[in-house]
């Protein structure tokens, strides 16, 4: 027992891997890469949404107008040079 020599075993640093926090930090890069992907999706909805709707006023609002015979304030029409 005399030549037995005590070694102080000192804690090894655990790799990321062992650790959990690598398989932390690729579910959080996983989850930001699907928000970023339904946040353009859902913007690219609404541009689309408001395009169609715009064009559907435009068109109403030209058909409207285009169809009705000019007038000046509130008063009659304008007479015409024949």
């Known amino acids: 027992m005399k030549n037995k020599k005590d070694y102080v075993m000192t804690p090894s640093n655990q ?3 062992q650790s959990g926090l690598l398989a932390l930090l690729l ?3 996983r989850r930001k890469v699907t928000e970023l992907a339904r946040h353009r999706a859902h913007c690219a909805q ?3 949404a ?6 559907w006023l ?3 609002a030209h058909s409207i107008i285009a ?3 000019f007038r000046r304030g509130f008063g009659g029409n304008i ?3 024949t």
């Open 79 to 81: 007479p015409r040079h």
């Open 67 to 69: 169809g009705r015979p």
């Open 50 to 55: 408001f395009g169609i709707t715009r064009d």
């Open 15 to 17: 790799t990321l891997t």
């Open 58 to 60: 435009l068109s109403r």
């Open 27 to 29: 579910q959080r890069q």
């Open 46 to 48: 609404v541009r689309v």
